[in-house]
């Protein structure tokens, strides 16, 4: 089955500066990989997604990339700022329309502290 | 207001006594799913289901039990809970037709076996 791994599993930087989350994924079937932020005693929000035939998205500071052949994708937030400061989860899944399954695998998870 | 609801939000029981989490959408969606968060292992997926009356399981299913006898619902039961089963629970729904496959997630249960 699927396997994601995340790295790293904390990550302090300072305010304006950019910080970078990677993860890589096993299973080649994977075509769908969202990013969550969880923000302390909150539930978790999704902040960008992408799809395996896209390499980059951006979204203001934040911008995913993918390669699918070395199965790894990264979340890159630029001008970081102390609201940022929470736990970011990256996932994968095979996403089908026709509804075949369901199946979500998250990583481990990053702590990122933006120190003001 | 769309939504996900869960109940109770925090449960403290003991080991063997049955218990419902329960979980709730209004957003009309297909698709749900409940999930455990423990430290350093990250969010997994326990079990998940793609329309009513069909579930299916997810990366850690030992010891729940699950069902969906309406869309907007899909408790889970814990038929003999143990302490291993401590953990922090999160119930999601999810409609991936419509380009994303973002999880809608509830509030979350906190839930202590003694």
């Known amino acids: 089955g699927e396997n994601v791994e995340q790295h790293p599993s904390t990550l302090s930087v300072q305010e304006g500066d950019s910080a970078v989350i990677k993860c890589t994924y096993s299973d080649s079937a994977s075509n769908y990989f969202p990013w969550y932020k969880q923000e302390l005693g909150k539930r978790p929000q999704l902040i960008i997604d992408?799809?395996?035939?896209?390499g980059e998205k951006k979204d203001q500071r934040i911008a995913v990339t993918l390669n699918k052949t070395a199965k790894h994708f990264s979340l890159h937030i630029t001008e970081t700022q102390p609201e940022d400061s929470a736990v970011y989860f990256c996932?994968?899944?095979?996403?089908?329309?026709?509804?075949?399954?369901?199946?979500?695998?998250f990583g481990t998870g990053t702590l990122l502290a933006v120190q003001p | 207001e769309a939504q996900v609801t869960q109940n109770p939000r925090y449960l403290i029981t003991v080991t063997g006594k049955k218990l419902t989490v329960t979980c709730s959408q209004n957003?009309?969606?297909?698709?749900m799913s409940w999930y455990r968060q423990d430290p350093g292992l990250g969010l997994r997926q326990i079990y998940y289901?793609?329309?009513?009356?069909?579930?299916d399981k997810g990366d850690v299913p030992e010891g729940y039990k699950v069902s969906r006898k309406e869309k907007r619902n899909f408790p889970l039961i814990l038929e003999s809970p143990s302490p291993n089963q401590t953990s922090l629970y999160f119930c999601?729904?999810?409609?991936?037709?419509?380009?994303?496959?973002?999880?809608?997630f509830g509030p979350g249960t906190r839930l202590t076996v003694l």
């Open positions: 996932a994968a899944s095979t996403m089908n329309y026709g509804g075949a399954t369901n199946k979500l695998i």
């Open positions: 289901s793609m329309n009513v009356e069909v579930t």
């Open positions: 992408i799809r395996s035939n896209v």
């Open positions: 999601a729904s999810n409609e991936p037709g419509q380009g994303t496959n973002e999880q809608f």
């Open positions: 957003m009309n969606h297909e698709y």
